[in-house]
């Protein structure tokens, strides 16, 4: 079983790099061929305009939506916007999620921050329940998720920052650049692929 990181832009490498750590065999996906034999799939933040016009010009919407109809998709960041069903304004989005997102919720990039999260990790992930140091850069606000969505953190404020739908993730921020690898392994967990010792 294979997994797959969306390599049109952004920050795939970290989290191709984790993965491999994580004893996972990943491939870079640029061309719908590239989805075939794939348990899973993340989608890097960067910029979410940008993703989904590239995605739109190598042909990959439709076997992105058929892809995640059945197998794990993570979107962070950027990815969390192209996973969403709305982002309040007219760009190429995946609409698998049930979610409905605000871009740039927090402002500019020098409104980036650092913060504690608790998160609702299964126990097969994290025993401990240990808090989880997270990045945001220009980050999306989830402001709307649908019945069949499960929060997994909020702010303190209550604001959502991640979310899960039966295979699908969503995360506001980017675990691709802390050490903190448990939101890979539970994408490995969705994807079927159990995560090495
Ligand atoms: N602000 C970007 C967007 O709207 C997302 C930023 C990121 O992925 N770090 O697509």
Redesign the pocket.
């Known amino acids: 079983m294979r997994l797959g990181v969306l390599a049109l832009q952004?920050d795939f490498h970290e989290h191709q790099v984790i993965l491999e750590q994580l004893g996972a065999e990943v491939r870079q996906v640029r061309l719908p061929e590239h989805l075939s034999g794939l348990s899973g799939l993340i989608i890097p933040?960067?910029?979410?305009?940008t993703i989904g016009k590239l995605a739109v010009d190598f042909g990959l919407i439709e076997p992105l939506r058929e892809f995640g109809r059945t197998r794990a998709v993570w979107g962070t960041?950027?990815g969390a916007?192209f996973l969403s069903q709305d982002a309040r304004r007219s760009q190429p989005l995946l609409g698998l999620m049930d979610i409905s997102v605000e871009?740039?919720a927090f402002g500019r990039q020098v409104n980036s921050f650092e913060v504690d999260l608790c998160v609702d990790f299964p126990p097969t992930v994290d025993p401990l329940r240990r808090p989880f140091h997270a990045v945001f850069?220009?980050?999306?606000l989830i402001e709307r998720a649908g019945a069949g969505v499960q929060v997994l953190s909020r702010l303190e404020d209550g604001r959502i920052v991640a979310a899960r739908q039966a295979k699908l993730l969503a995360t506001s921020f980017?675990p691709e650049l802390t050490r903190d690898d448990r939101f890979h392994r539970l994408f490995m967990e969705l994807a079927g692929e159990a995560p090495a010792a």
């Open positions: 952004g933040g960067g910029e979410s305009t960041c950027a916007i871009r740039n850069i220009r980050a999306p980017h």
